[in-house]
């Protein structure tokens, strides 16, 4: 059983100083190498002692004998609770700048390249969620005609979405049906949320509304619940040595509703960072995630998230996390 101890200022610079040094290393990390800190003004012999103190109280253990000591997810989460994020500067700052300041294109390449982005900061795994569609609301609606007897649908929503579905028909469609059944649609869609579209006005023409009924009922299945955007999976291959642990864990990114579930039970937990066993899912326990909400015109619509091995730098992952976010958030408002 851990020895409950106060980490006094010395004990907390300590573990800080274990804790970076370890991040940089991938090594056990002795009490030379915590002397050589230089706001450390204490004998390599004091640092010993409470070393053996952090160990003893389970912020530390010793992988082997003889060797250095290491941190514990115990000892990760003291460090991540007393961090004072940074915003980014320097180059990552004008990297975030640039990127958001000349986002373009429909909502799926954003949110790829924002999931690009967030892992070549990190080098991490990063993971976007986009739940928008359901406070989005329709631009414009168009039915065009592909080929013959198939016909698609195009809308447009107020997030940069473009939602597209298609039927293939028994008999040939005359353009003249298709225009009257876009306006029934653009009617009963335009301006609506996507998540609560009007009802159809009937027009009287079976042909009208039963075209425009088609597509009127897909719209159920055309809405996904939500979407991810995945990037930084070699980044997670190469920051653990063991296969095993790297074969789960892209296992994991894999599966999108155990992304999905994860990501939300975190955001509900009131957490931004979960470390080891915290996240509640085994092959994810030498893992960490750092995680951001944000929102488009102030209503929630989606998380990011950067997954690497409890070794991580989490101060630097925080800060980017936290500026994309905030980014992400604000541009997808502008439209």
Known sequence: ??????????????????????????????????????SLKVSAATIRNDMVALEKAGYLRQPHTSAGRVPTQKGYRHFVDHIDPKALVGAERRQVAAFF??????????????????????????????????????RSVQLVTLAERNVMLVMVLSNGQVLKSSFDFEADIDQATIEAATGALRAAL?????????????SGDPAVDGLAG?????????????RVYVDGTSKVVSAFEAVESVGQVLTILEQQLVVVSLLAD?????????????????????????VSPYEIAGEHAGSIAVLGP????YPQAMSAVAAVSSQLGHRLSEG
């Open 1 to 38: 059983m851990d020895e409950e101890i106060t980490l006094d200022e010395r004990k907390a610079a300590i573990l800080r100083a274990v804790i970076e040094e370890y991040t940089e290393t991938a090594q056990p990390v002795g009490s030379s190498a915590v002397a050589a800190v230089g």
């Open 310 to 313: 409890t070794r991580m730098n």
């Open 214 to 226: 088609q597509f009127h009922g897909s719209l159920a299945s055309l809405v996904d619940a939500e």
């Open 101 to 138: 300041g000349q986002m373009r294109g429909e909502i799926e390449e954003v949110m790829r390249e924002t999931a690009a982005l967030l892992a070549n900061l990190t080098h991490y795994a990063a993971v976007v969620v986009d739940e928008s569609d359901e406070a989005a609301t329709v």
């Open 266 to 290: 975190v955001v509900e937990r009131g957490l931004t960072v979960v470390i080891g066993t915290e996240t509640g899912v085994e092959p994810l326990s030498e893992c960490s995630l750092v």
């Open 190 to 202: 335009e301006g609506r949320p996507v998540s609560g579209p009007g009802s159809l006005t009937p």
